[in-house]
């Protein structure tokens, strides 16, 4: 019950743990073309819904998405909104964004080439790879590993602790506080998302190359290899035209800062082509270098159980199911930007949504890559009176009740003790909001009896009750 309501309560927050599933890539020959109906969703289809999100809801911008399948041609980007309240460029594939927290994928990489380089082990301790004078905490004599640190499960904080201004963010300060920690449990022995170690993690491993900084190493094994010309930690005088400002609400617009400390978990600006240039490599579809570095990022090696977290595992960044086969994707969130890169490995298509608010809006993502998504032409308007049968209270398996209250064409959904959120109609019967997509059921009666809800970790169903 406490990871349900969790689940529900995060409606109210904008946290960006967009953990779903993976599996691991396997190299694919060159896609040839076919004549089998598009895996992916009518690319007009997307813009109206984009629309709905920019124009009639407001509630972000500007939003970017591409989508990419086996067959070289199905790929597509669309854009919709502006790049600032000063700026009414519509945003598109060549936009550049802050990525957030996808960044880590890259530092999961990063580690997994340095592992087959022979550079280093993934049960290092970080000890071998410090600055000389700086102590790594320990919790009776285990120390944290390199894995650790790539799998959420070092110990460490989520966030850089002593600081009071983004001027503290610098790599000076992440080594004295490392030495300043008191572990409270053995590394390795839980999950706890840490940006903290993750930020430590990019910036060993750019000492252990031998590079001046974790975008260097970066730009030398990854983007470049890649082609990935628009994809750095620091903004080119190119890539700073084409910024899209960010916002921390639909028209509240929010400065960027650099935090060096933070460089390797999120930090990285990039574009939705590059983005699709990344998940091709990471999906087997184009031949590179780094498909071994790829596929071992992208393998389970630990559990994310934990309070607050939803069953699954974590590869060296990307987040995976214990099945290893479907979703696998990572999001980030920042001051002004939200963003989500995943692809599925059974349906074996990709996504990437890139937008300029803070306001979550994963919702988007498992919405467009369903398979009714693909069926659709068009984006619905709500029908009141089919609106008002949804109306009603929904419990669910834990005993955990929400209320659905309807208002005309619109459609809000009550958790007890928090204000209301209003969800947004994607069909006759799905609805989104933030991360969380919610589709109503009927019985043989033609009744609605029940309430699915679909979130980063899988689904849950709520039957309704008087």
């Known amino acids: 019950m406490k990871r349900l309501i969790s689940i529900l309560l995060h409606l109210f927050v904008l946290l960006a743990l967009c953990a779903c599933g993976i599996a691991i890539p396997s190299p694919m020959p060159s896609p040839t073309a076919t004549t089998q109906p598009s895996r992916l969703p009518d690319p007009e289809m997307v813009k109206s819904l984009l629309v709905r999100v920019v124009d009639e809801e407001r509630l972000v911008p500007g939003i970017v998405v591409g989508m990419i399948a086996?067959?070289?041609?199905?790929?597509?980007?669309?854009?919709?909104?502006?790049?600032?309240?000063?700026?009414?460029?519509?945003?598109?594939?060549?936009?550049?964004?802050?990525?957030?927290?996808?960044?880590?994928?890259?530092?999961?990489?990063?580690?997994?080439?340095?592992?087959?380089?022979?550079?280093?082990?993934?049960?290092?301790?970080?000890?071998?790879?410090?600055?000389?004078?700086?102590?790594?905490?320990?919790?009776?004599?285990k120390p944290i590993t390199l894995l650790d640190l790539a799998t959420h499960t070092s110990?460490?904080?989520?966030?850089?602790?002593?600081?009071?201004?983004?001027?503290?963010?610098?790599?000076?300060?992440?080594?004295?506080?490392?030495?300043?920690?008191?572990?409270?449990?053995?590394?390795?022995?839980?999950?706890?998302?840490?940006?903290?170690?993750?930020?430590?993690?990019?910036?060993?491993?750019?000492?252990?190359?031998?590079?001046?900084?974790?975008?260097?190493?970066?730009?030398?094994?990854?983007?470049?290899?890649?082609?990935?010309?628009?994809?750095?930690?620091?903004?080119?005088?190119?890539?700073?035209?084409?910024?899209?400002?960010?916002?921390?609400?639909?028209?509240?617009?929010?400065?960027?800062?650099?935090?060096?400390?933070?460089?390797?978990?999120?930090?990285?600006?990039?574009?939705?082509?590059?983005?699709?240039?990344?998940?091709?490599?990471?999906?087997?579809?184009?031949?590179?270098?780094?498909?071994?570095?790829?596929?071992?990022?992208?393998?389970?090696?630990?559990?994310?159980v934990g309070p607050g977290y939803g069953p699954g595992s974590i590869g060296l960044g990307w987040f995976v199911p214990e099945s290893g086969q479907g979703m696998h994707t990572h999001g980030g969130l920042t001051a002004g930007y939200n963003s989500l890169l995943g692809w599925d490995s059974e349906r074996r298509i990709g996504i990437v949504m890139l937008v300029n608010s803070a306001i979550n809006t994963v919702g988007i993502d498992l919405f467009l890559m369903s398979e009714s998504a693909r069926l659709m032409d068009t984006i619905p308007q709500a029908d009141p009176q089919v609106l008002a049968t949804y109306a009603g209270r929904y419990q669910f398996p834990d005993g955990f009740v929400v209320t659905i209250r309807v208002d005309g064409a619109s459609i809000f959904l009550q958790v007890p003790d928090k204000p209301e959120i209003k969800l947004i109609a994607i069909s006759e019967n799905q609805f989104f909001v933030f991360d969380n997509k919610f589709t109503f059921y009927t019985n043989d009666r033609g009744e609605v009896d029940r309430m699915e809800m679909m979130y980063i970790w899988g689904t849950s169903e709520a039957k309704k009750i008087p």
Request: aromatic fraction near 8%.
């Open 70 to 141: 086996e067959n070289p041609q199905e790929r597509w980007v669309v854009g919709y909104g502006r790049l600032s309240a000063s700026d009414e460029r519509v945003p598109n594939g060549d936009t550049v964004f802050e990525i957030g927290s996808i960044t880590k994928v890259f530092t999961g990489t990063l580690l997994a080439q340095a592992v087959l380089n022979g550079e280093v082990k993934l049960d290092d301790p970080i000890s071998m790879y410090l600055p000389e004078g700086v102590t790594p905490p320990e919790y009776e004599g």
């Open 155 to 304: 110990g460490l904080p989520r966030e850089l602790g002593e600081v009071t201004s983004y001027k503290d963010y610098t790599i000076d300060h992440m080594y004295a506080f490392l030495s300043r920690i008191r572990l409270t449990r053995a590394p390795g022995s839980a999950y706890e998302y840490s940006n903290y170690g993750f930020g430590l993690l990019g910036d060993l491993l750019a000492r252990r190359a031998g590079q001046a900084d974790y975008e260097t190493l970066l730009v030398e094994r990854i983007t470049r290899p890649l082609g990935m010309d628009s994809t750095r930690v620091v903004l080119t005088p190119d890539m700073e035209s084409r910024l899209a400002t960010g916002h921390s609400t639909y028209s509240v617009r929010t400065l960027s800062y650099d935090l060096p400390a933070y460089a390797g978990a999120g930090m990285i600006r990039s574009t939705a082509n590059d983005m699709l240039t990344f998940l091709a490599a990471n999906m087997g579809l184009t031949e590179t270098e780094l498909q071994p570095a790829l596929q071992m990022a992208n393998t389970p090696q630990r559990p994310t």
